[in-house]
Every structure is written in C-alpha cells, then in structure tokens.
C-alpha cells in the first residue's frame, strides 16, 4: 500500500511541477511589447523631438542633407534629449561618414542608420528610451 502511495504522490508533484513549467513558458513568452501602440499623432508629437536639417559629407564623396523626429518614451526623455542636439549631430555625423551614396539612397541603409542612432542614443539617456527614429527629410548630393 505504502508503495502506490509513494507512487501517487510522485506523480502528482511531477504533474504540479509540469504545469509550472509550461505555465512560466507560455507567460515568458507571450509577454506584450512594452513600447506603446496606437498613440495618437498628437500624443507622438508631444513624446518627440526633430532635429535642425543636417549637413554633412558622405564616406564615398558628395553630401547629405539629413532631418530626424526621434520619438521617446516619456516627456523627461524629450527635455533630456533636446540638451543633447549636440551628440544626435554626433552620432549623424559619424554615422553618415562611413555611409556610402549607394546605402543613402537605399531604403535598408536608412532603416540601418536609423536603428544604430536609436541604439547609440538609447546608450546615452538617462530618462526615457527612444522608441523610433524617423528620417524626416533627405537630400543627396
């Protein structure tokens, strides 16, 4: 008698355990995005920051004329981000340095170069993260 005891027992904790698993699987993994969907055009615009028109050289010659909007997650990450315009030029800067004509005018080169400005800036705010960047006005010469 003791034995199917043991052996009841053993197959419940396994069970228990079993679902636990599964149950911290499927919560892990179908966790939502924690970036905010659906916003209005308004509310991106209050959460957003547009730079001056830049200019600059391209790696293989000739210039660009670049213009973001660069949207964030919170109202400090916009006050924080428009005192540092200056290093948003940096990191243009850099960045267009090493582009070619070929990558400026491709779209995959500008979905690129705007992803690795919103990682380098994401390394840089201590309030808020960049959620987009938005290439908002281009000119290749």
Same mark, same amino acid.
């Not at 938005?134 to 000119?139: G, L, P, R, S």
């Given at each position: 008698m003791k034995a199917k005891l043991k052996v009841i027992v053993i197959m419940a904790l396994s069970a228990i355990v079993l679902l636990g698993v599964i149950w911290f699987g499927l919560t892990q993994f179908t966790k939502k995005? /924690? =970036?905010?969907?659906?916003?209005s055009a308004d509310e991106i615009l /209050? =959460?957003?920051?547009?730079?001056?028109?830049i200019t600059t050289n391209l790696g293989s010659g000739g210039y660009i004329q670049l213009r973001f909007r660069i949207q964030v997650s919170s109202k400090d990450a916009v006050e924080e981000l428009t005192q540092r315009e200056f290093q948003i030029r940096n990191i243009v800067l850099s960045q267009a340095a090493s582009m070619t004509e070929k990558e400026a005018k491709s779209a995959e080169g500008m979905i690129k170069f705007e992803e690795e400005m919103k990682n380098q800036l994401n390394e840089l705010l201590q309030s808020g993260t960049v959620l987009r960047v938005?290439?908002?006005?281009?000119?290749?010469q």
């Open positions: 995005e /924690e =970036t905010p969907k659906g916003l /209050e =959460t957003s920051v547009e730079t001056e028109m938005y290439t908002t006005d281009k000119i290749i």
